[in-house]
């Protein structure tokens, strides 16, 4: 029998790393498979209910070394969370948020980001600050690898029918990270 987990930690879902498995894809080879399961996701069986952050952490610094070997942890993680909306999209509950994403449109869609994000987490939370046309700033915490959120945002951007998008990390304070999104 599993440990209770504490429901006041932060915690990540099923479906979240079910994502993070699908955006592995053809990589996801038996090395990947071990290191996986050394930082506490085990591929090959039933997924928990829940993990604790650290394990969440864990797995996506394996995916982004599997993914992008060559680049910094930050700059992988934002590959990582491009393929992740792909992989994401692939699960029952993925596949009706991005459902919902494209027919709300990019603003709507920034607009829903912490219940967004929440459908993988119970512990993200974003505010939403307009700054002209196609252009926000969008604050989360606690972040813990700013690059992840920069792909999953772009991807997510790009599946609601926003044209051009761009997304940047403007500030990092402690857990909080805030993002310059735009698109023409």
Not at 54 to 83: C, F, I, M, N
Not at 127 to 151: D, I, M, S
Request: with cysteine.
């Amino acid at each position: 029998m599993a440990p209770a987990l504490d429901t006041r930690e932060p915690l990540v879902f099923p479906q979240s790393f079910e994502g993070l498995i699908r955006a592995l894809g053809d990589q996801l080879d038996e090395r990947c498979v071990g290191r996986l399961k050394q930082v506490g996701v085990d591929t090959q069986g039933k997924l928990a209910p829940a993990y604790p952050l650290e394990v969440w952490l864990g797995a996506l610094k394996v995916a982004a070394d599997t993914l992008a070997p060559h680049l910094p942890l930050e700059e992988g993680a934002a590959v990582v969370g491009r393929r992740f909306v792909e992989g994401f999209s692939g699960t029952l509950i993925g596949g009706a948020l991005l459902t919902t994403v494209r027919l709300l449109g990019p603003e709507r869609m920034l607009a829903r980001m912490t219940r967004n994000l929440r459908t993988g987490t119970n512990y993200l939370e974003a505010t939403l600050e307009p700054r002209g046309p196609g252009h926000y700033a969008l604050t989360c915490r606690p972040v813990v690898v700013a690059g992840f959120y920069v792909g999953l945002f772009l991807a997510g951007l790009e599946a609601s029918g926003a044209r051009h998008p761009s997304v940047q990390v403007v500030r990092r304070q402690g857990e909080e990270a805030v993002y310059d999104i735009a698109w023409s």
